[in-house]
């Protein structure tokens, strides 16, 4: 059952019901082993961070810096900085200086909580640029420290400011003093366009967040959630939460890059993700499949059209399968899913919440038809996540992003434009006035920017009203769509989209290198250099039927009519990226005008 706790006393009240029970399972910075924090452990660090920071005499409403990876100094921070009624501001630990001096000083924020070398570099340097900064303190103690920094603190000895709690009589009356009004992070969006923005999230829009998600996604006390996308993402960071708040485990994996490998020491039941995770999934179990033999082959064909019948045709419409099809199911879904879910690390899978980005309808088909039970949603950071997404036990359609989550209303304006009300959107943007006026209608609508419709209480996307591209024959593209199509392919890593003001539409291809490779090696195609493998005329042709394959459901003008394979991806240091891997595309657009305007010689 939910505890609709505030956020200042949640982990206590918690470990009240749950004492040692384990709550958090941990990897310290370095380490390979895997430890556990009951919620006990969990509750008294979380009172010496607050009694710590009121040491340090933190304000109520002040604003704290995290700049960091995931890890359980995070979690501590987080909500320690909630029961002293302070607002934490959290950074990607893959921003720049740039960024990170541009965000320290439009919060105007005195104390920094840094993750590994990397972080402690990037503040230590900025620091004479911000004349608020006060203290860096450093969550990895193996982070050397410059021998000319004084403000520098490790988070054991910050801890040891609140060991014996002496400021617990004051944290007290702050929690009492809490309220659903205060200010409970800014998140700067990263930003495809221009300059970052701070979303303002209140306590109570974390409220009304959780109460609404409990009635649609039945996370539980049962459940071991582990956490793929950094907390800095508020899909993360909410669902996060909203898991704490069930009573679930929560599994911290630090590193992006070796979630799989965390998967399958730790055999979670739920996590969020982004949708190009389930594509990585979908291409390489087509790519075993592809290697079995012919019999093999046969089997998983036919498995996956039973799984799909029973997933897609039956369960997600709500209907009863017919005995034979549920039992020649069961059979398969112990046997061959299973096998495919063991290597996943997924033994015991129970939800895995999807959303920032288009889903595509054949990576949502086959991940149902598995055996997992991926729920599409749509969401912003100022609508607190959720605004969308599969009510488990309710029908659902492939291709939507779910339906409206309760107290949220949902109005499509001009342009088939999403506009959004209710008590988990933001009340606007830090500091930023001019922008607040223009993000809100007069009946207090927020703009989303994104074009969508509604359809038997479903809410479809349709495209990002910013990212349409029109042709210089008067066409629009969604190139976003025509991504998602191509994303698929195993040989394909990253694609951009080029059609704006163009007369036919053209692509930026990253190929899948180690694939590629292999498939020139198979075929007796020599190359010394990723930019002669690129240019290799029986590679162009293999990538163009390929190409034509994945897109031939389009219109004529959505097609690519011709592309560029690129020897090297789309980077967040080279500003195409944000970070949270979303494409900068004028940045990528003017990094590749050589490129794209050969594609449009005649």
């Known amino acids: 059952m939910q505890n609709r706790s505030h956020l200042s006393v949640l982990i206590h009240e918690q470990a009240k019901k749950y004492g040692n029970k384990p709550a958090l399972t941990f990897r310290s910075f370095g380490s390979l082993k895997w430890k556990t924090v009951s919620w006990n452990q969990f509750s008294l660090r979380v009172k010496q961070v607050s009694n710590a920071m009121l040491n340090l005499g933190i304000k109520s409403q002040e604003n704290i810096g995290v700049f960091s990876q995931n890890c359980i100094q995070y979690l501590y921070t987080d909500f320690g900085s909630y029961g002293i009624r302070a607002c934490t501001v959290p950074f990607y630990a893959t921003s720049s200086e740039q960024q990170i001096q541009y965000m320290v000083n439009d919060a105007q924020i005195r104390f920094i909580f840094v993750g590994e070398q990397e972080q402690y570099d990037k503040a230590h340097r900025i620091f004479p640029l911000c004349p608020t900064l006060e203290r860096v303190i450093i969550f990895d103690d193996s982070v050397r420290i410059s021998s000319h920094d004084p403000n520098a603190l490790y988070f054991e000895d910050f801890l040891k400011l609140g060991e014996d709690l002496p400021r617990q009589t004051e944290l ?81 994996n630090t590193y992006p890059n070796e979630i799989q490998n965390s998967m399958r020491e730790t055999n979670p039941t739920c996590m969020s993700s982004v949708p190009r995770f389930w594509e990585k999934v979908y291409q390489a179990v087509n790519e075993n499949i592809d290697k079995s033999s012919a019999i093999q082959q046969k089997i998983f064909r036919h498995a996956l059209a039973v799984g799909r019948k029973y997933n897609i045709e039956y369960v997600s419409r709500c209907k009863r399968p017919p005995l034979s099809l549920a039992l020649e199911y069961k059979m398969l879904n112990s046997t061959v899913f299973k096998l495919v879910r063991k290597e996943l690390g997924l033994l015991h899978p129970h939800i895995f919440p999807t959303a920032g980005a288009y889903v595509s309808p054949e990576v949502e088909e086959f991940i149902h038809a598995i055996g997992i039970n991926m729920v599409v949603g749509y969401g912003l950071t100022e609508s607190l996540a959720t605004v969308s997404c599969d009510h488990v036990g309710e029908r659902f359609s492939i291709g939507s992003a779910g339906r409206p989550i309760s107290g949220i209303e949902i109005k499509i304006g001009e342009n088939n434009e999403i506009l959004l009300k209710g008590p988990t959107i933001t009340k606007g943007y830090y500091k930023r006035d001019q922008l607040n006026a223009q993000a809100f209608d007069k009946d207090g609508f927020f703009h989303t920017g994104d074009a969508g419709y509604l359809e038997n209480g479903e809410l479809f996307l349709k495209e990002r009203i910013k990212d349409l591209f029109k042709t210089s024959n008067g066409k629009y593209i969604a190139p976003q769509m025509i991504e998602s199509l191509l994303l698929v392919d195993k040989y394909v890593d990253q694609v951009a989209i080029v059609a704006d003001q163009h007369k036919f539409v053209s692509a930026l291809i990253v190929p899948e290198f180690r694939l590629l490779e292999e498939w020139a090696r198979d075929n007796n195609i020599s190359f010394t250099s990723r930019e002669e493998l690129c240019e290799n005329p029986k590679v162009l042709a293999m990538m163009t039927d390929r190409v034509n394959m994945l897109l031939q459901g389009l219109t004529h003008y959505e097609k690519v009519k011709r592309f560029t394979l690129l020897p090297h991806h789309f980077t967040m240091e080279s500003g195409e990226l944000t970070n949270t891997l979303k494409m900068r595309r004028p940045v990528i657009y003017k990094n590749y005008k050589d490129v794209i305007d050969k594609m449009y010689e005649d």
């Open 172 to 252: 007290e009356k702050r929690w009492k003093e809490a309220n659903n009004d205060d200010l409970c992070n800014i998140l700067y969006t990263s930003g495809t366009t221009g300059e970052s923005k701070g979303v303002m999230l209140t306590y109570g829009q974390y409220g009304a967040a959780f109460v609404a998600n409990d009635e649609c996604v039945p996370v539980g006390e049962k459940d071991r959630v582990i956490c793929f996308l950094p907390f800095t993402h508020i899909f993360e960071r909410a669902w996060a939460i909203l898991c704490l708040s069930e009573g679930a485990q929560l599994i911290i």
